[in-house]
């Protein structure tokens, strides 16, 4: 897969699925692994297969199911894999989010600021812990903050005095507004820089509906602020790329990838069975390129990956 791989289809064509496959795979490899004799005995319902990029290509691993909705088994190809053991250090890393808005806005125990939660519950917490251990990371979000929104001068994110973490943005004629009167996109792009600034990135990370909550003028400001986590030597910092899976339903999005078909993945479902195809790899690519918007080509049916019409 690509650096940052951008998922778009009608629902219920696998896109989730995809990426909870993906943290699956990330629970499985903190157990011991299976034997072959358990892979003939269980391997009832459906089988993924997942191959890795470099160092890790002479490895495969399979989750194996008992059924079409449970997959608890994990093997490796080869079984004596010298690499495993830092391939496995890679996947437990791996984080997923489905960020909620009423929990972006919570307030938070300051202990809970580690690492933001899948729902985001810890925001303020990872925003404090962020301020009070790392300063200088904690100066630049709050910039690419004011720099998105100049409407704000500050972020604010505190212990109040019963010992809760709590966020509040300071406007620039010296008002403050506190977490819970923030817009759903406010709190999101907050989120998403929480991600971006974090000191140790994911090695993977899986987003479910990146564009969520955000006006399509700003679409662009997301998409280049997670380009930050998969291509950092690009923004010229000096760390390993994080690989990206999100999902969408935006045309306005998916127009920003006109240049970048190569990160677009299109889901489609037929019958039971979900199938995945990169946009650059269909062959009337540099046809429709130049026909003008893929937004518009998508949500027209051109590109495949909508509804079936009823």
Request: hydrophobic fraction near 40%; charge should be negative; charged fraction near 25%.
């Amino acid at each position: 897969m690509a650096p940052f791989n951008l998922v778009i289809g009608p629902n219920g064509s696998g896109k989730s699925s995809l990426l909870e496959a993906a943290l699956r795979l990330r629970t499985l490899a903190r157990l011991p692994l299976g034997s072959p004799g358990d892979a003939e005995k269980k391997a009832a319902g459906p089988q993924i297969e997942f191959q890795f990029s470099p160092p890790h290509t002479s490895i495969a691993a399979q989750l194996s199911c008992v059924s079409e909705t449970v997959c608890d088994l994990l093997q490796i190809t080869p079984a004596d894999a010298a690499g495993w053991p830092a391939l496995r250090a890679d996947l437990v890393q791996m984080r997923g989010y489905a960020l909620d808005r009423a929990l972006l806005a919570a307030r938070a125990l300051p202990s809970d600021g580690a690492k933001l939660s899948a729902d985001g519950g810890n925001l303020a917490a990872v925003l404090c812990s962020l301020r009070e251990q790392h300063p200088a990371v904690f100066r630049g979000l709050e910039s690419e903050l004011k720099r998105i929104l100049p409407e704000f001068a500050a972020v604010e994110a505190l212990k109040a005095e019963d010992g809760y973490a709590e966020l509040v943005l300071r406007l620039t004629d010296g008002g403050r507004v506190p977490a819970v009167d923030l817009s759903q996109g406010t709190l999101y792009l907050l989120a998403v820089l929480a991600l971006v600034f974090d000191p140790e990135p994911p090695t993977l990370l899986c987003i479910e509906e990146i564009d969520r909550g955000i006006h399509p003028r700003m679409l662009r400001e997301i998409r280049d602020a997670f380009y930050r986590l998969s291509y950092p030597h690009d923004y010229g910092l000096e760390r390993r790329p994080t690989q990206i899976i999100a999902t969408t339903h935006s045309p306005y999005l998916i127009d920003l990838f006109r240049e970048h078909p190569e990160e677009v993945v299109i889901a489609q479902k037929h019958g039971l069975e979900a199938h995945f195809e990169r946009l650059v790899d269909r062959p009337d690519i540099k046809e429709l390129l130049r026909e003008g918007s893929l937004g518009d080509m998508w949500f027209s049916g051109i590109l495949g990956g909508v509804p079936e019409e009823p």
